[in-house]
């Protein structure tokens, strides 16, 4: 089999143990296992330097959203290096894929949506919101309004407000965060919190945390509430049906911001262009990244409502930039990812079509005997791991239970990420379905090897 990479794996592991510090990991046990080697990406398949074929269920992270591969992006970027690779956009300047961008954001964003402020990142862009937020609030002569209304294990970055505003607690315990004005609520996480609470209470109790604190603070000093329409990281926590509706009443009553975090919702995730449409919200800003490029370059923005748009402009200049804000190439690959979408209606797709396909096999899922529960919205799906039905009791210890799920999977030739004991997945909209049922029977297969394992160390 052709392996499209220089050099054995081992080369690879003793160089990345010797050199590379990698994201959200544990540099001696990862060293000590040693890292997969990707090599290749071809529609929702990877290959690794030993040659595994391995299903991306999980679209990269959260965001190759077309699938791996497409020579339309490849040669929109290789044109647009070959024209300009690189120019800013602060003074007094623009380029083509600049403007063609945010151009073609308006076109998909929901009406009131007109304008966006580019970034690299997730992260950069909810540093964005942060500073834009309370600067909308000051231009309106209301500088007291500074506190941002954020929502425990929610995930928005990592960057230092990023995750400030995120409510990872371990994240917390590293480096001195959150910064101070910010305010966690709980969850709208009914598997975990629910306890005797139906759904529907759990989710109006949930979304009430934001009243009381909203009046707990004082109105005149709350600038904005932040939250993902499904958090991603935090597990795919899909609220109660009676969760949105209810928070929408407190923001309309209230005179504060919503922030609606796109990162993994936005261009498509949920089978609408934006999270906030499948749940009938207006938010006021839109952070997004991911599948803006479908993580084919880095390239992230702040989509800004006209409501906001309007105050920024009277605020004189906005003392905020990156280098990279509207990266040309980065830009033109954006344009021709959006182009892919819209034109091979991929939202629709994840609507209509491999959503509700792979939904119905994947809450079948919940019939295993290891699975408490299987949810999925769009394309993003989760199974709680359970040590016995139907009750929600966990099982003991850290989550090293999904862990070992988790590389079962791998080995099985299946990415599904797991977040303690919860399972997700969120594959690239272009699954067919015969793909699909591969990734259901090797889901399968994965809840049975674990299963098997539990039982004979006795954990079940
Ligand atoms: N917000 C959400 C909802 C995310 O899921 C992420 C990344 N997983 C981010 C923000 C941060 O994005 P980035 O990693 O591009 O900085």
């Known amino acids: 089999m052709l392996i499209h990479n220089a050099y054995p794996t081992e080369h690879y592991r003793a160089l990345d143990a010797a050199h590379h510090l990698h994201p959200f990991s544990d540099a001696r046990s990862l060293n000590a296992g040693g890292v997969r080697v990707i090599v290749k990406g071809e529609g929702v398949w990877l290959t690794d330097s030993d040659g595994n074929r391995i299903l991306d269920g999980m679209s990269g992270l959260w965001c190759v959203n077309i699938g791996h591969g497409r020579p339309e992006i490849a040669e929109a970027v290789q044109k647009q290096m070959a024209e300009i690779s690189y120019y800013n956009t602060f003074f007094k300047t623009t380029h083509p894929p600049a403007v063609e961008l945010a151009a073609l954001i308006a076109e998909v964003t929901p009406e009131g949506f007109n304008r966006v402020f580019f970034c690299g990142s997730g992260s950069e862009a909810n540093d964005t919101v942060l500073r834009m937020v309370r600067t909308y609030w000051a231009t309106l002569g209301k500088p007291d309004k500074q506190v941002i209304i954020a929502r425990r294990n929610a995930y928005h970055g990592s960057t230092v407000a990023g995750a400030s505003l995120g409510g990872m607690a371990p994240m917390h315990a590293q480096g ?18 629910g306890g005797e609470l139906t759904p529907a209470e759990f989710g109006l109790r949930a979304a009430r945390e934001l009243e009381a604190a909203i009046d707990e603070i004082g109105e005149d000093k709350v600038a904005a509430f932040i939250a993902e329409p499904i958090q991603g990281a935090g597990g795919v926590i899909i609220p ?25 919702c936005g261009f498509g995730r949920l089978g609408s262009w934006f999270g906030a449409e499948r749940f009938g919200l207006k938010p006021d800003l839109m952070p997004v990244a991911k599948g803006l490029s479908s993580g084919y370059l880095p390239i992230g923005g702040v989509l800004v409502s006209d409501k906001v748009a309007g105050v920024i402009e009277d605020t004189g200049e906005f003392n905020h930039g990156f280098t990279y804000s509207a990266h040309p190439v980065c830009a033109a690959a954006a344009i021709a990812n959006l182009k892919i979408l819209r034109d091979e209606k991929l939202v629709e797709r994840v609507r209509d079509d491999i959503g509700p396909y792979l939904r119905e096999r994947w809450l079948k899922l919940a019939d295993h005997t290891l699975v408490g529960e299987a949810r999925m919205t769009g394309l993003m799906g989760a199974l709680e791991l359970v040590p016995a039905k139907p009750s929600h009791q966990r099982f003991v210890g850290d989550g090293s239970i999904g862990l070992r799920c988790r590389e079962h999977s791998f080995r099985n030739g299946l990415v599904m990420r797991h977040v303690h004991d919860t399972m997700v997945i969120a594959p690239p909209f272009v699954l067919t379905h015969e793909e699909a049922d591969e990734l259901i029977r090797l889901a399968a297969l994965t809840l049975d090897m674990t299963h098997a394992d539990l039982r004979r160390d006795g954990v079940m």
């Open 176 to 193: 001195g965060l959150p910064i101070p004005g910010i305010r966690h609520i709980g969850q709208p996480y009914w598997f975990d919190e």
């Open 240 to 264: 109660p049906d009676t969760y949105w509706p209810e928070v929408a009443r407190i923001c309309r009553e209230r005179d504060i911001l919503f922030v609606s975090d796109e990162v993994i």
